[in-house]
Structure formats: structure tokens, C-alpha cells
């Protein structure tokens, strides 16, 4: 048998929303406490925690697409006579 309850399985399926501040404080401590216990499951967390801010950066420094932001500008150009709010002379 290599399966044992030491609760990895579940610790792994709700790393993602834990690395997410998603759960709830009881389920959080439950796997705060798993990943002190376990140091595979806490490998995987660093791990995921790495990817997920990666992610997370890349999608912020993600520049504004320029055509979209044409658009915008030339409908509130059409339709209010001002490029933008805040430019107004
Ligand atoms: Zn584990």
C-alpha cells in the first residue's frame, strides 16, 4: 500500500485556493498545519506560490492594448467631443 491518510491529497487539491486567499481560515490552518508537517507538500507549495506570483506579475505589467484603447478614445471622441475625461481645456 502506498497510500496513507496524511491528508497530502487533500492539502494538494486545495493548494491552489489556499495560494489564492480563497478559503476559509479553518481550511487554511488545516493546510498551513499539513504543509509544517510535510515537506513535500510544502516543496509543492513554494513551488506554486512562485508560479502564481510569476503569473500574477506578468499579467499586471501586461501593457494596455493600444488598439483597444484607440477605440476608446475615438468613441468618447464621437460621442462627447472630449478625447478623454480629464483633458478638457
Ligand atoms: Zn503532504
Same mark, same amino acid.
Given at each position: 500500500?502506498?497510500?496513507?491518510?496524511?491528508?497530502? +491529497?487533500? #492539502? !494538494?487539491?486545495? /493548494?491552489?485556493?489556499?495560494?489564492?486567499?480563497?478559503? %476559509?481560515?479553518? *481550511?487554511?490552518?488545516?493546510?498551513?498545519?499539513?504543509?509544517?508537517?510535510?515537506?513535500?507538500?510544502? +516543496?509543492? #507549495? !513554494?513551488?506554486? /506560490?512562485?508560479?502564481?506570483?510569476?503569473?500574477?506579475? %506578468?499579467?499586471? *505589467?501586461?501593457p494596455a492594448?493600444?488598439?483597444?484603447?484607440?477605440?476608446?478614445?475615438?468613441?468618447?471622441?464621437?460621442?462627447?467631443?472630449?478625447?478623454?475625461?480629464?483633458?478638457?481645456?
Open positions: 500500500m502506498t497510500s496513507h491518510d496524511c491528508g497530502c +491529497e487533500q #492539502a !494538494r487539491e486545495q /493548494l491552489a485556493d489556499f495560494l489564492r486567499r480563497e478559503l %476559509c481560515d479553518k *481550511d487554511r490552518s488545516e493546510i498551513n498545519t499539513h504543509l509544517q508537517d510535510c515537506p513535500d507538500c510544502d +516543496e509543492e #507549495a !513554494r513551488m506554486e /506560490l512562485v508560479i502564481t506570483q510569476t503569473v500574477k506579475r %506578468c499579467c499586471a *505589467d501586461e492594448p493600444a488598439d483597444l484603447r484607440d477605440k476608446v478614445a475615438s468613441f468618447l471622441r464621437a460621442h462627447c467631443g472630449n478625447a478623454a475625461p480629464g483633458n478638457k481645456d
